[in-house]
């Protein structure tokens, strides 16, 4: 019998070790029965006072921002790799959550040399087989159902009624199978050594790509070692994805992102943008966060839903939760624990804007509350909440309502030109509170 040689899974604890991309420097541990370890805990207190170490990268990380997708794109892998590693920060393009398209493509290529599949292809292949089976058991048994009528309705003599077969539920369709499909033919049984069409053309150095007709020109021409997949380098196509929110965080935050107006947007004479003051581009997201975008001298108001927004982005990043968006269970925001790679979603939050200051009881307060980013109100009713609550309660998660208290405009400082001076006055000026809202449930709660 082999062993199991299955594969180890990656140490997460010590990839994602650093909860932020900021540097931290560790006293060394003080141990009482040692009287030396507290002259080096010493020192490092004092070498640190005098000469403190900077907590930032040596260069700020590079991105983006795209005018006509309205995103901000990383495109550089080790920059990549940082920042999703060091807090989760946006998602791949090719990719559900963590960019991993060039580990599957390098897995896929293997699966196909080696005569297997990946784990994706086996799964879509045991999903297409379970519904084609799925479809046939209708069939019989729509022919079975119309059969019955017939005999009742007497147009067709029971005799001639022949016992419809049924198909039994496979156990290879509910298993895990390990096959994959009858159309695969391994390359390693070929004896030109050619690459099959449906695999990917490789490459012979990074960021070259050769294509079919130069690896299967000859043997002369091709390298030795070109059946080793392993040396086989990609070009990377796959860019990290940010959203407004979490690029916002990591350039007025933490001050390590640098954002730039991409090539395609500069060629199109859309270079008049000032991403260089953290100013600008809170005015310049909040303007490409409404649908249509608002004109970019639109003034920066105290309920612009981009605002709101990131205050409780920020809000949750600095207690310590990673925050991930919640489009998929209809919320706002997803607040993890320690990030997606090591436990579901723990709460699901929802921002609700709250004209709690006198100032919006007035007249002109009342005159001057902005409407929804599709132009709707923001008031909701009763069976919007409890149809989300019941969503959540379904995925085993709490609800969170978070409302925001909106300051009057008056408490924003201005220049000349209407551009907000004081972005942390303008934060603090805002305040949040929580409510945890579950479903009750009559049988769980009969005590």
């Known amino acids: 019998k082999k062993p199991n040689q299955r594969k ?4 997460y604890a010590l990839i994602h070790s650093k909860p932020l991309p900021l540097n931290t420097f560790a ?5 009482p029965t040692n009287p030396i370890s507290l002259f080096r805990v010493a020192y490092a207190i004092l070498s640190q006072f005098f000469r403190p170490p900077s907590s930032h990268p040596s260069a700020p990380y590079n991105s983006y921002l795209s005018l006509e997708t309205r995103a901000i794109q990383v495109t550089d892998p080790r920059q990549v790799r940082a920042l999703w590693e060091m807090g989760f920060f946006g998602k791949g393009t090719l990719s559900r959550s963590e960019p991993s398209w060039r580990d599957r493509e390098e897995a896929r290529l293997k699966a196909k040399r080696s005569g297997g599949g990946t784990a994706e292809e086996v799964t879509n292949a045991r999903r297409e087989k379970r519904r084609a089976f799925k479809l046939e058991r209708a069939r019989l048994e729509r022919e079975k159902i119309e059969m019955q009528r017939l005999v009742e309705e007497g147009r067709l003599d029971p005799s001639a009624l022949n016992p419809v077969p049924v198909i039994a539920d496979d156990s290879a369709a509910n298993s895990e199978t390990k096959e994959v499909t009858e159309n695969s033919s391994p390359a390693s049984k070929e004896q030109g050594g050619t690459v099959s069409d449906a695999q990917p053309t490789a490459s012979n150095s990074v960021g070259h790509i050769c294509t079919e007709s130069a690896i299967t020109s000859g043997a002369a021409d091709r390298p030795a070692n070109v059946e080793n997949l392993d040396l086989v380098e990609f070009a990377e196509q796959e860019h990290l994805q940010l959203t407004f929110e979490e690029a916002f965080f990591l350039a007025y935050g933490l001050g390590v992102l640098a954002i730039e107006i991409s090539p395609e947007s500069a060629t199109a004479g859309k270079t008049l943008l000032d991403t260089s003051s953290n100013s600008a581009l809170l005015r310049i997201f909040s303007n490409l966060t409404s649908f249509p975008p608002r004109p970019l001298a639109t003034p920066l108001r105290p309920d612009d839903p981009f605002l709101l927004s990131y205050v409780v982005y920020h809000h949750f ?5 990673v925050v991930r968006g919640g489009v998929k269970f209809a919320v706002d925001y997803m607040l993890y624990n320690r990030g997606p790679a090591f436990s579901h979603a723990e709460f699901a939050v929802i921002i609700l804007p709250a004209y709690s200051h006198a100032y919006w009881s007035t007249d002109q307060g009342k005159a001057e509350r902005s409407l929804g980013r599709d132009g709707e109100d923001r008031s909701r009713e009763w069976w919007w909440l409890h149809c989300i609550n019941r969503v959540q309660s379904q995925v085993l998660k709490s609800l969170v309502l978070v409302y925001v208290d909106v300051p009057p405009p008056s408490s924003f400082l201005r220049d000349a030109a209407g551009e907000v001076t ?10 949040i509170r929580e409510f945890v809202l579950k479903r009750w449930v009559a049988n769980r709660t009969r005590n």
């Open 317 to 321: 990043r600095s207690l310590g939760w």
């Open 27 to 31: 006293l060394p541990s003080f141990h």
């Open 8 to 11: 180890r899974k990656p140490n």
């Open 422 to 431: 004081d972005l942390g006055g303008m934060l603090r000026s805002y305040k």
